[in-house]
């Protein structure tokens, strides 16, 4: 008998694992249905952390897990690789603009240090960026990018201290309901009882979801993320850089550079195989704007998922009509760099603990009762 069973070792279940027993809880248990933690969507990831975002929540999901970051060494032991290189988006659309500068304003009150930029001052301090048509950038020194994999090893290694039992390569293959609530989860090495069960299934989140009878509605869709070769005219201080309208970046990676872009015209699927279209989209997107890509070479790619919400944000907490059962799926792209916070928030609403963070609008009843959330800086 476990009293919680994680299904899920990504960054966000392994996460709630690390906090829940930092927390004093026992009997967690974490089941991975592949031999390696973080081996699906987080090992694909790109590793942005940002500062800027259009909610207020969103906003302090990423401050609360950006100090995790930054003590991570300290308090766990572990690098989590943390470089604030700063994001630097850029907005030709003029309603874009009007969105971010709304942003700003929001952000600035939380305490974010984000800048808005003219075009001229784009051009001045990042010369390898074409601003001849934008309407304006927002730049935070404070956002930048880690290490996935550093992460997830890190804070496995102290949940095990702790005394959470993972278990990789078991799948689950159900979910056992008893008397109007949750009861534990079964696998191929047979049943195991539990007090509260957490979906982290990440792209599989709602086949999860449907073992329980319960709807996440939550999506996998394709992204694709390019390498290059070292580029000798690589700016040492160069940000992530966004091109807000088209939702393609790119970012130094060892001396050379990573980007991406998403497509909005692909259809969501389980496919994680890259192919050409991804660098033809990035000719039309990121390219565009940083004309120095033209001369990079490209030399490895891979391709992930993300788990997609109908509103592009997080689904986070209790199931109201299943006692038991949590969820913490559908961040839309943004789950590396909200985990950590996203890890204490779960784990103090299953300990039965006030929340560091106020994440009721993200609850998964919004989309039954009609209130989704505006996210207007997914990326």
């Given at each position: 008998?476990?009293?919680?069973?994680?299904?899920?070792?990504?960054?966000?279940?392994?996460?709630?694992?690390?906090?829940?027993?930092?927390?004093?809880?026992?009997?967690?248990?974490?089941?991975?249905?592949?031999?390696?933690?973080?081996?699906?969507?987080?090992?694909?990831?790109?590793?942005?952390?940002?500062?800027?975002?259009?909610?207020?929540?969103?906003?302090?999901?990423?401050q609360w897990s950006l100090?995790?970051?930054?003590?991570?060494?300290?308090?766990?032991?572990?690098?989590?690789?943390?470089?604030?290189?700063?994001?630097?988006?850029?907005?030709?659309?003029?309603?874009?603009?009007?969105?971010?500068?709304?942003?700003?304003?929001?952000?600035?009150?939380?305490?974010?240090?984000?800048?808005?930029?003219?075009?001229?001052?784009?051009?001045?301090?990042?010369?390898y960026v074409d601003a001849?048509?934008?309407?304006?950038?927002?730049?935070?020194?404070?956002?930048?990018?880690?290490?996935?994999?550093?992460?997830?090893?890190?804070?496995?290694?102290?949940?095990?201290?702790?005394?959470?039992?993972?278990?990789?390569?078991?799948?689950?293959?159900?979910?056992?309901?008893?008397?109007?609530?949750?009861?534990?989860?079964?696998?191929?090495?047979?049943?195991?009882?539990?007090?509260?069960?957490?979906?982290?299934?990440?792209?599989?989140?709602?086949?999860?979801?449907?073992?329980?009878?319960?709807?996440?509605?939550?999506?996998?869709?394709?992204?694709?993320?390019?390498?290059?070769?070292?580029?000798?005219?690589?700016?040492?201080?160069?940000?992530?850089?966004?091109?807000?309208?088209?939702?393609?970046?790119?970012?130094?990676?060892?001396?050379?550079?990573?980007?991406?872009?998403?497509?909005?015209?692909?259809?969501?699927?389980?496919?994680?195989?890259?192919?050409?279209?991804?660098?033809?989209?990035?000719?039309?997107?990121?390219?565009?704007?940083?004309?120095?890509?033209?001369?990079?070479?490209?030399?490895?790619?891979?391709?992930?998922?993300?788990?997609?919400?109908?509103?592009?944000?997080?689904?986070?907490?209790?199931?109201?009509?299943?006692?038991?059962?949590?969820?913490?799926?559908?961040?839309?792209?943004?789950?590396?760099?909200?985990?950590?916070?996203?890890?204490?928030?779960?784990?103090?609403?299953?300990?039965?603990?006030?929340?560091?963070?106020?994440?009721?609008?993200?609850?998964?009843?919004?989309?039954?009762?009609?209130?989704?959330?505006?996210?207007?800086?997914?990326?």
């Open positions: 008998m476990a009293e919680v069973v994680i299904v899920g070792g990504g960054v966000v279940g392994v996460s709630i694992a690390y906090h829940l027993a930092s927390l004093g809880a026992r009997d967690v248990v974490l089941l991975e249905r592949e031999p390696v933690l973080g081996s699906g969507s987080t090992s694909r990831s790109a590793g942005g952390i940002r500062l800027q975002f259009g909610t207020a929540a969103n906003v302090r999901l990423s100090d995790f970051f930054k003590r991570m060494r300290e308090d766990l032991g572990a690098d989590p690789g943390l470089r604030q290189v700063g994001y630097l988006m850029l907005v030709a659309d003029a309603r874009h603009w009007s969105d971010l500068l709304a942003n700003v304003r929001m952000q600035r009150d939380l305490g974010v240090p984000v800048q808005a930029l003219t075009p001229g001052e784009v051009a001045a301090r990042f010369p001849a048509d934008l309407a304006g950038a927002t730049f935070c020194p404070e956002d930048g990018y880690a290490d996935p994999h550093a992460v997830v090893q890190g804070m496995a290694r102290q949940a095990r201290r702790l005394g959470v039992v993972i278990r990789t390569g078991a799948e689950v293959t159900g979910l056992r309901v008893a008397g109007g609530r949750i009861a534990g989860v079964d696998t191929a090495d047979g049943q195991l009882p539990a007090r509260v069960v957490v979906n982290c299934a990440g792209p599989s989140a709602g086949t999860v979801g449907r073992m329980a009878g319960v709807d996440v509605p939550v999506l996998p869709y394709r992204r694709q993320v390019y390498v290059t070769a070292p580029y000798p005219g690589l700016p040492g201080d160069m940000p992530m850089v966004i091109d807000y309208d088209t939702a393609s970046y790119v970012r130094g990676d060892g001396g050379g550079l990573l980007m991406g872009a998403s497509d909005p015209a692909e259809p969501s699927s389980f496919r994680m195989d890259p192919d050409d279209a991804g660098v033809l989209l990035l000719g039309r997107t990121i390219m565009r704007r940083v004309p120095l890509l033209a001369e990079v070479q490209i030399v490895r790619s891979w391709a992930g998922l993300y788990e997609v919400s109908p509103d592009e944000n997080p689904v986070l907490g209790p199931v109201p009509q299943l006692p038991g059962f949590f969820v913490a799926n559908g961040f839309s792209g943004h789950g590396f760099q909200h985990a950590p916070a996203v890890g204490r928030v779960l784990a103090e609403m299953i300990l039965g603990l006030p929340p560091s963070i106020d994440v009721g609008t993200l609850d998964l009843a919004r989309f039954r009762d009609g209130r989704p959330i505006r996210e207007n800086a997914a990326i």
